[in-house]
């Protein structure tokens, strides 16, 4: 079973830059659509990107947009979140998920999930 693994979480103060990576051993990422979700306490989970198999779609949440980016890092089998100008807001525990499948993402399909890692936006 394809396991996800999330790193570079952390704490940063807004304004701020962190890198999130969505890695996997064993099995190519080449196959999968990768997507970002968030969980705040006391918020329900929330999509913030997707990038599909081949890497040419990409997908933001509005409250993301312009300042986060999503790409495929394929010679290390991973997938990076790039977020900048980081605000409070963006404050939650942050997992990747993925499934099997070419074409742009489909938020219904996520089926495999990381353990996740908590970004920290504060002053």
């Known amino acids: 079973q394809l396991q996800l693994v999330e790193s570079g979480g952390g704490l940063v103060q807004p304004g701020g830059s962190l890198r999130l990576s969505c890695a996997a051993s064993?099995?190519?990422?080449?196959?999968?659509?990768i997507g970002w979700f968030r969980q705040a306490p006391g918020k329900e989970r929330e999509g913030v990107s997707c990038?599909?198999?081949?890497?040419?779609?990409?997908n933001y949440a509005d409250s993301v947009k312009d300042r986060f980016t999503v790409s495929r890092d394929k010679d290390k089998n991973a997938v990076s979140l790039q977020m900048n100008s980081l605000k409070p807001e963006d404050t939650a525990f942050y997992y990747c998920?993925?499934?099997?499948?070419?074409?742009?993402?489909?938020?219904?399909?996520?089926?495999?999930w990381g353990q996740g890692t908590q970004v920290t936006v504060s002053a």
């Open positions: 998920a993925a499934y099997a499948g070419w074409g742009p993402c489909r938020w219904d399909m996520f089926h495999y």
């Open positions: 990038i599909s198999a081949s890497g040419e779609s990409t």
């Open positions: 064993e099995f190519s990422l080449d196959f999968y659509a």
